[in-house]
């Protein structure tokens, strides 16, 4: 079921970085067309990169898959740049784990 293979889901411009590099990739547009792509593609990998502009439309879906061990998905700055989502979201994960702020040792 799970190969350890990783992939790449993006706008086609930081999708053929990725395939250069051997990962497989899936360009996808907008939001929707990225959530299709992640669906039928969780039971075939273990990690999935996402563009942060794709995942910052579909947090409902990001928030299941978060519930599961596997696929693991990451959402990742896209050719435009960074948002913050990703980073956010490590955050958020870390202080639900430990309690506190331990990386940016910062307080809100």
């Known amino acids: ?3 350890g ?3 790449v889901i ?3 411009d930081i999708v053929l970085a990725f395939k250069a590099a051997g990962m497989d990739v899936f360009a996808a547009s907008d939001a929707e067309s ?3 792509v992640l669906k039928k593609q969780a039971k075939n990998y273990c990690v999935i990169f996402i563009t ?5 439309g579909m947090a409902e879906t990001l928030e299941k898959y978060k519930r599961k061990a596997y696929p693991t998905v990451i959402p990742i700055p ?3 740049g960074s948002t913050g989502l990703g980073m956010a979201g490590i955050k958020a994960d870390v202080e639900r784990a430990v309690g506190t702020d331990i990386l940016f040792n910062k307080e809100d």
Not at 52 to 56: I, R
């Open 1 to 3: 079921m799970y190969s």
């Open 5 to 7: 293979k990783t992939a």
């Open 10 to 12: 993006g706008d086609k």
């Open 34 to 36: 990225a959530e299709e």
């Open 52 to 56: 942060e502009d794709l995942a910052a």
């Open 78 to 80: 896209s050719s435009s």
